[in-house]
C-alpha cells in the first residue's frame, strides 16, 4: 500500500511530487526547505534593492525547515517523535555546519526527542523555488503508529 500525502501547511513543492508517500507504517518525507507556504519568499534571507541575495541566516532557515517538517509528519498522521532517519543538505558545510548542528540538537537530540539517525552533506546548490538560493534541506523518514 502506498499513499500520496500533501500537507495543507507545508510549503507548496516545487516540481511534480508529493510532500510524502507512505509505504506501510513508513513514511517517508521529500525533501523539506524552509520557504513558508503561500510565498516564495525565503525565511533569513536579505536582499538588496536588485533582488539579489546579499545574505542569509541558516538559524532562520533550519527553524523554518523543522516547522516544515512538523506540519507534513502532523498532516501524514505522524508525529515528531517517530522521525527515525534525517538526511541534511548544506550548499555552505564549513559556514553553516556549526550552527545547524546546534539548532538540530534542539530539535532532535535530548530527552522526549526522536534521535534519529543522520547524515549530513554539503551539495553545491538546491532548488530555491523563490527568489534566492536556500542553504538547507531535509528528507527525513518516519514511522506511523
Given at each position: 500500500m502506498s499513499d500520496r500525502i500533501q500537507s495543507s501547511r507545508a510549503p507548496e513543492a516545487v516540481g511534480a511530487y508529493p510532500h510524502a508517500r507512505r509505504v506501510g507504517n513508513l513514511l517517508f518525507l521529500s525533501g523539506v526547505g524552509p520557504r513558508q507556504r503561500g510565498t516564495k519568499d525565503i525565511p533569513g534571507v536579505t536582499l538588496d534593492d536588485a533582488g539579489k541575495m546579499i545574505d542569509y541566516d541558516v538559524e532562520a532557515q533550519c527553524r523554518s525547515c523543522f516547522d516544515n517538517i512538523r506540519a507534513v509528519l502532523e498532516d501524514a498522521g505522524s508525529k515528531w517523535e517517530n522521525i527515525v532517519d534525517v538526511l541534511a543538505f548544506l550548499t555552505d558545510m564549513p559556514r553553516d555546519f556549526d550552527v545547524y548542528?546546534?539548532?538540530?540538537?534542539?530539535?532532535?537530540?535530548?530527552?522526549?526527542?526522536?534521535?534519529?539517525?543522520?547524515?549530513?552533506?554539503?551539495?553545491?546548490?538546491?532548488?530555491?523555488?523563490?527568489?534566492?538560493?536556500?542553504?538547507?534541506e531535509l528528507k527525513v523518514i518516519a514511522t506511523i503508529d
Open positions: 548542528n546546534r539548532v538540530y540538537a534542539e530539535y532532535f537530540a535530548g530527552e522526549g526527542n526522536p534521535n534519529p539517525a543522520r547524515t549530513t552533506i554539503e551539495i553545491s546548490r538546491l532548488p530555491q523555488g523563490g527568489n534566492a538560493p536556500i542553504a538547507v
